[in-house]
């Protein structure tokens, strides 16, 4: 090798050693920090004024709140912030944003002041004038264990009842008392662009975080900015007798949310909603209005019209208002964008205001949380139900009429399409969702047999004496918990159809060995042979339904070994 060749290699070797430990350094100042410096906490914000044009913009500065907190006496926030019309202002030392310079030279001053005062007098400090990378650095002192609190149904309610909050009825109207009817307008408002003012609609009630995004849009500021001027202030005003947390820990600590204390009976939410309805994409209002103007542009139709129409959709759904209620965690659960039907936005061939989401997407997306499909998929994959339905072949709607009658079940004849009367359009839900439930057909005990022995295979061990209606027993007793399990299932036989999986509901089916051979795969379709079926069908129904009593590795647990 000559003497260049030899150099070359070595300046090579230098340079991708020094290019390893540069990238080491790097991983270590600005990638993921392991070790003393990750403390974990709830309260770190990050203090980012916008940029200067044309000057140079340092790091953000890593702030956390609990920690400064901690060091004023009684939690004092007017150290920090100050206050217009009797309400603090969360913006450092100023009532509003101006302009960069002008805040950055607030917090530089009051800053670092407060930590000579601090240093002067002994105690602990924060960085001084002329260390300014102490506070703004690249490094992640800490890592965020920031949890969003979930203002559920039992919190709603407990504000709500709360005898120290009160509400206005309109903005012109005294405070009620909670004792004396619910008081919703102490945070639910609208908005009056006109004035400018926010006023209080009664049964308008909204989610905050329809109007409330993410960032501020419009006049709208973010939800971040407004559950804290809304929140922390109430619970500073009220601190003498109703003392809700004022730090962030308080709220957004992970161990602090579970001691919440959780109502188990909780009353519905107040909003007119009915207990059943009829979901139906022609539903229109029919009875002619005063003003025959309204019927020539299609905002309502004549009766002889609406048949026409009805005759070219599927058959209404009855939806039980009052069950979903139970299971969800709040109206947003369904009501993404707002609490009116969702035909409203997502109509039959798609509107820009539903994103040109068409209705019929929005009801049967099984990849959505929001569409009905994609929320009762969800349901599948519970415990109760995952141990038949997380084997059981996905099939598309042509491939079963049943899945849509099952939903789809209401005669439009039987409707009175002449009447817009939301009472009796309820009232034909609510009976045939009695119908509905009592409509679940159970087995006759006698023809379930007591117990099965499978030992058409068994070789090295002996039959295996499987507790077939003690399983039943057990899978009916999970069924009867749920109203959706016993609208879909129809009746008992279908259960069966959870191990039998390709024989029909019914009390005789078929036997694994009608389809699974003694060989290890049968050819041509890729089925397992007996042994696979076997084991591939309990045991994974138990792991999914987590029965922790039969261990799949515990062979002698379900056939004993031959002597």
């Known amino acids: 090798m000559s003497k260049k060749s030899l150099s070359l290699r070595l300046m090579c070797l230098c340079c991708t050693t020094l290019l390893v430990l540069l990238f080491m350094e790097q991983t ?69 944003d101006t302009t960069t310079q002008t805040d950055m030279a607030i917090y530089h001053d009051n800053c670092v002041s407060c930590h000579d005062d601090a240093k002067k007098s002994g105690k602990k400090s924060g960085p001084l004038k002329a260390q300014c990378r102490d506070c703004h650095s690249t490094k992640s002192f800490a890592d965020s264990t920031w949890s969003p609190i979930d203002f559920d149904k039992s919190l709603h309610y407990r504000h709500e009842k709360a005898k120290n909050i009160v509400g206005i009825k309109k903005v012109q109207e005294p405070v009620v008392s909670a004792e004396k009817e619910p008081n919703c307008g102490a945070c639910h408002h609208s908005y009056d662009e006109k004035t400018e003012k926010i006023f209080y609609e009664k049964g308008k009630e909204d989610s905050c975080f329809y109007c409330h995004k993410d960032v501020k849009i419009g006049k709208a500021d973010s939800m971040r900015n407004v559950s804290h001027d809304s929140c922390v202030n109430c619970h500073l005003v009220e601190m003498k007798n109703f003392a809700g947390p004022i730090n962030c820990k308080g709220c957004h600590d992970i161990e602090q949310q579970k001691k919440i204390e959780k109502l188990q009976d909780v009353p519905r939410l107040k909003r007119d909603q009915p207990d059943t309805t009829i979901m139906a994409a022609w539903s229109l209002p029919v009875v002619p209005p005063a003003d025959s103007a309204s019927i020539s542009n299609g905002d309502f139709l004549k009766p002889e019209e609406l048949i026409k129409v009805v005759k070219t959709h599927m058959k209404p759904v009855v939806f039980n208002h009052q069950e979903h209620e139970k299971v969800s965690k709040n109206c947003r659960t369904c009501h993404h ?23 019929e997407k929005v009801m049967h997306d099984p990849k959505s949380d929001k569409s009905c499909i994609g929320c009762h998929n969800n349901y599948k994959k519970l415990s109760d139900c995952a141990g038949c339905h997380s084997q059981m072949p996905s099939k598309s709607f042509a491939d079963n009429d049943k899945n849509c009658s099952t939903c789809h079940e209401v005669d439009a004849e039987a409707l009175n399409l002449v009447s817009a009367d939301v009472a009796a359009i309820s009232n034909i839900a609510t009976k045939i969702v009695q119908e509905r439930n009592s409509g679940f057909k159970k087995v006759a005990d006698e023809k379930i047999p007591e117990r099965v022995n499978i030992g058409y295979i068994s070789d090295k061990y002996e039959a295996s004496d499987f507790p077939h209606k003690k399983i039943i027993t057990s899978i009916n007793k999970r069924i009867e918990k749920s109203g959706m399990a016993q609208a879909f299932h129809g009746d ?70 031959k002597k």
Do not use: W
């Open 492 to 561: 008992e036989t279908t259960l069966c159809m959870g191990c039998h999986h390709n024989s029909p509901a019914t009390e005789t089916p078929q036997k694994c060995g009608a389809c699974h051979g003694k060989t290890e795969v049968v050819k041509g379709d890729g089925r397992p042979g007996l042994k696979g079926a076997y084991h591939g069908q309990c045991i994974t129904c138990h792991q999914n339904m987590k029965i922790e009593t039969v261990a799949a590795t515990d062979c002698n647990k379900c056939h004993k070994e």
């Open 28 to 96: 270590t100042i600005y990638g993921s920090n392991t070790g003393e410096l990750k403390q974990g906490r709830t309260d770190t914000i990050l203090i980012n004024l916008p940029a200067i044009p044309g000057g140079e913009q340092m790091p953000g500065v890593e702030f956390s709140h609990d920690l400064h907190t901690e060091q004023v006496k009684e939690n004092d926030c007017s150290v920090c912030h100050l206050k217009d019309n009797e309400r603090f202002v969360f913006k450092f030392k100023r009532l509003k």
């Open 337 to 359: 964008g707002s609490l009116d039907s969702c035909k409203k936005c997502h109509t039959v061939t798609g509107s820009d205001k539903g994103a040109f989401v068409k209705l």
